[in-house]
């Protein structure tokens, strides 16, 4: 068996003038972390009256990060360049710097600007005509991940709540409408997913933003997942109904708006008689399915909401997980 010894260093608090006191910093740590002088460091007051010391470079790196995407000779459409900015502003990096040994073309320029839309605080910095460089103004360790996921949720339920009017009302202008919208619930699980990737990083960000416990993270990047897909959903049965004047069961419709509703509640506010009228009216549509798939006129919508409301189903398996981690 290793016994792994660590030092103690004993320090005399100092009096600095008649206001400040001061307690030197051992040598050996200071080289090690490659302070001089005149730098700072971060002192996190613990509740058990502990300290704990940090250099501010070291919570710099964890904020700023860039990375340089080179499409030179790699001819990218607008999905496959989506899917790359995307990447790197969810996994944390805050500027992205985009080369091109020629000149970038005007689609390129434009669809990154159309991209721009669904990332929250990612504006064009710097443009010339073989680079093009992203800035995140956005300090996402300053809001809080129960404020993301609310604006997300409030996003879900108008949706569904338009959806139906629009069926009710034959509205087809809201109809159209809510494909954009979709867009907007989009942003925010962007947002989300660099929230928690920021935190993976850091205890310290993780504590700020929200997550009492790291190991928290995953259910309610999961949960955020759920909604988002729920958003996709209900623009794609917009599409459906618009395109092909597709027919409705509107209680049906209803139905999985009640239960995408308790499914929410169940996540955000640990309910289990929300839990349980899920799973009571999942039970109820799954019964009701096969007489509204005998019209072959409603079995598009009924497959979109098949798949709506096995979402709903996850976010209680996700409240289960959620509840054994935090025992």
Not at 138 to 158: A, F, G, P, W, Y
Request: charged share 35%.
């Amino acid at each position: 068996m290793i016994f792994i010894i660590k030092i103690m260093i004993r320090r005399k608090i100092q009096l600095s003038g008649k206001l400040t006191y001061i307690v030197s910093l051992p040598k050996k740590w200071v080289e090690k972390m490659g302070l001089r002088k005149g730098d700072e460091i971060i002192i996190y007051p613990q509740d058990d009256g502990t300290l704990i010391l940090s250099p501010a470079i070291i919570s710099d790196e964890i904020k700023k990060r860039e990375i340089t995407l080179d499409i030179t000779g790699k001819p990218l459409d607008s999905e496959s360049l989506e899917r790359l900015l995307i990447a790197y502003y969810e996994a944390g990096y805050d500027t992205i710097r985009i080369l091109n040994r020629e000149v970038i073309p005007g689609k390129t320029r434009e669809n990154i600007r159309k991209i721009l839309r669904k990332l929250s605080g990612l504006e064009i910095i710097e443009e010339r005509a073989r680079e093009i460089v992203l800035q995140s103004f956005l300090d996402v360790t300053q809001i809080k991940i129960e404020k993301t996921l609310e604006r997300m949720e409030i996003i879900l339920k108008s949706m569904m709540s338009d959806l139906i009017f629009a069926i009710e009302e034959k509205n087809k202008k809201v109809l159209r409408n809510l494909m954009y919208r979709d867009d907007e619930l989009d942003k925010f699980y962007s947002l989300l997913s660099k929230q928690v990737s920021v935190a993976l990083k850091s205890k310290k960000i993780a504590e700020e933003i929200g997550f009492r416990d790291p190991s928290l993270i995953l259910p309610y990047k999961a949960y955020g997942k759920c909604l988002e897909a729920m958003g996709d959903i209900i623009n794609l049965m917009c599409r459906v109904v618009d395109a092909e004047e597709i027919h409705v069961n509107l209680d049906m419709l209803k139905k999985s708006k009640e239960i995408m509703e308790n499914a929410i509640n169940s996540f955000r506010k640990d309910c289990a008689e929300s839990e349980k009228r899920v799973a009571k009216l999942y039970s109820e549509f799954i019964n009701e399915i096969d007489d509204y798939m005998e019209d072959k006129k409603l079995k598009k919508p009924a497959l979109l909401e098949i798949l709506f409301n096995n979402f709903c189903i996850d976010i209680i398996e996700i409240c289960a997980q959620k509840r054994a981690l935090e025992a």
